[in-house]
């Protein structure tokens, strides 16, 4: 699930810097960060190994 939720982050993160005055890109990017700390989470509470590799 992560392998899908931070490319996601990613690129709603990078059009947030771009176009800072379109506020649906921040409120995106804002939403994809909760899904991935979600999946962290339970990665850890189950000892799921995952490793982010840099934005991409």
């Known amino acids: 699930m992560v392998e899908e939720e931070k490319p996601a982050l990613d690129v709603y993160t990078?059009?947030?810097?771009?176009?800072?005055?379109?506020p649906v890109f921040?409120?995106?990017?804002?939403?994809?960060?909760?899904h991935v700390k979600a999946v962290l989470s339970l990665?850890?509470?189950?000892?799921?190994?995952?490793?982010l590799n840099a934005p991409g």
Not at 14 to 21: Q, V
Not at 26 to 34: D, F, G, H, L, M
């Open 14 to 22: 990078k059009l947030a810097e771009i176009y800072p005055n379109i």
């Open 26 to 34: 921040a409120n995106i990017a804002k939403s994809e960060t909760t």
């Open 43 to 51: 990665a850890e509470k189950y000892g799921i190994p995952i490793s």
